[in-house]
């Protein structure tokens, strides 16, 4: 090899030097943004994947600035896609801490007014004020052939199940699936299954506007009004809907 051929083109300067400027400022980037993290959002598992990940957009990054043609363009599309999925686990981060945030604060005021807080699957609720109670207190369950207080119950127990039914998320067992086997299931989600086959029951006679209108009142704590919202329909419509839904499924597992 000749020694013409050892020494380095300005060209090639150029470009080396190109890749550590970029190279730099990303690592920089990385420190900054590691270092603006809650420590409860530096949890080590989830702090090393975001800074692999950036740093391996830092990489493409460099690359592509040193690039041309379809290089260029095949290392600017990796970049994107790391920085999009560490823009994804960032949010997602935010998001849950703000959820439990949120719960624990609603949780707070509300048992300091005295109301009743439930926990069921994982999920925080004001059971003294959510949807069906406020339809049961403004007289939205009345005027129907059922007394207001046995469609609450059935209300109640619609809710419950599918509180629980929301957990059956194994992949082997999609929810509303009840395995057929003849022998129990084993384990904690035992009554999660029964709760699916329950909601199962209960849904099996429901027009699919009825489902709909008990999924948000009873299931989501959503009241008539913002169901009626959501559903582009009429309230008195959906108090029908409402109150003839739960007939029938209070109906379907012999709730009177």
Same mark, same amino acid.
């Given at each position: ?5 050892? *020494?380095? !083109?300005p060209?090639?300067a150029?470009?080396?030097a190109a *890749?550590?400027a970029?190279?730099e400022?990303?690592?920089a980037? *990385?420190r900054?943004r590691?270092?603006?993290?809650? =420590?409860?959002?530096r ?6 994947e *975001?800074?692999?990940? /950036? ?5 493409a ?12 363009k ?6 994107g896609?790391l920085?999009?999925?560490? @823009? !994804? $686990? /960032?949010?997602?981060?935010l =998001? ?8 624990a604060?609603?949780?707070r005021?509300?048992?300091?007014? +005295?109301?009743?807080v =439930?926990e069921?699957?994982g999920r925080t609720?004001? !059971?003294?004020? @959510? ?8 007289? &939205?369950?009345a @005027? ?10 059935a @209300?109640e127990r619609?809710?419950d199940a ?5 957990g059956?998320t194994?992949? #082997?067992?999609p ?8 022998? %129990?299931?084993? +384990? %904690?989600q035992?009554?999660?299954f029964r709760?699916? =086959?329950?909601l $199962? ?5 429901l ?6 209108v008990l999924?948000?009142?009873c +299931?989501?704590d959503m009241t008539v009004?913002a169901?009626? &919202?959501?559903?582009k329909? +009429?309230? %008195?419509?959906v108090r029908?809907a ?9 109906e379907?597992?012999g #709730?009177w």
């Amino acid at each position: 090899m000749s020694i013409n051929a050892e *020494i380095e !083109s300005p060209q090639q300067a150029a470009i080396r030097a190109a *890749i550590r400027a970029a190279r730099e400022r990303r690592e920089a980037e *990385i420190r900054a943004r590691i270092r603006s993290l809650s =420590d409860e959002d530096r949890r080590p598992a989830v702090a090393a994947e *975001i800074a692999r990940d /950036l740093k391996a957009a830092a990489k493409a990054r460099a690359i592509a600035e040193a690039a041309a043609g379809a290089s260029r363009k095949a290392a600017l599309a990796r970049a994107g896609e790391l920085e999009a999925r560490v @823009g !994804s $686990a /960032l949010q997602a981060q935010l =998001d849950a801490r703000w959820a439990l945030a949120a719960a624990a604060e609603t949780t707070r005021l509300a048992r300091a007014r +005295g109301e009743t807080v =439930d926990e069921v699957a994982g999920r925080t609720r004001v !059971s003294s004020r @959510g949807g069906l109670q406020l339809a049961f207190e403004r007289g &939205q369950l009345a @005027g129907g052939a059922v007394k207001p207080e046995l469609l609450l119950a059935a @209300g109640e127990r619609y809710r419950d199940a599918f509180e629980r039914a929301s957990g059956l998320t194994t992949p #082997a067992r999609p929810i509303g699936v009840t395995p057929r086997t003849g022998k %129990p299931s084993a +384990g %904690p989600q035992d009554a999660v299954f029964r709760a699916a =086959d329950r909601l $199962a029951r209960m849904r099996a006679g429901l027009s699919e506007r009825q489902r709909a209108v008990l999924d948000r009142v009873c +299931g989501m704590d959503m009241t008539v009004g913002a169901t009626a &919202q959501a559903l582009k329909a +009429g309230a %008195p419509s959906v108090r029908n809907a409402l109150r003839a839904g739960l007939r029938l499924a209070g109906e379907a597992v012999g #709730a009177w």
